[in-house]
């Protein structure tokens, strides 16, 4: 399965952004799935994740209460809305694949598919 994320952007602190990770290939309407994202100089850190059916979902105490995920299994989309953006949020963003959702907000180990990345720039 191939991933590709979209939607990063320049914004002002307090602005949003709605990230988007389309999959082809195959549907990945039974993979669990996750958000990651890596700061300059930083190691890459679990952002988000979602079960298959979308009805078990967790998220970084980081980001809890400004960020959403969500997905469509109809368009083997999985999306990001990020809201309140504060500048510690920049960072290059990434989403990922899996076959468990514990090992995915357990860290990057747990992504067996990764998309290429898109650029989050918060200003303050």
């Known amino acids: 399965v191939q991933l590709q994320a979209s939607g990063g952007g320049v914004v002002h602190a307090g602005g949003s952004l709605r990230l988007s990770c389309a999959a082809s290939g195959r549907t990945i309407s039974s993979d669990r799935l996750g958000w990651f994202r890596q700061a300059p100089g930083k190691g890459r850190e679990f952002v988000a994740g979602i079960s298959w059916s979308g009805g078990t979902i967790y998220y970084a105490d980081s980001v809890k209460g400004r960020f959403t995920i969500s997905r469509d299994n109809t368009k083997n989309t999985l999306f990001l809305q990020m809201n309140n953006l504060e500048p510690d949020d920049t960072a290059v963003y990434y989403c990922?694949?899996?076959?468990?959702?514990?090992?995915?907000?357990?860290?990057?180990?747990?992504?067996?598919?990764w998309g290429q990345g898109t650029q989050v720039t918060v200003s303050s």
């Open positions: 990922a694949a899996g076959l468990r959702l514990d090992r995915i907000i357990a860290g990057p180990s747990g992504g067996d598919y």
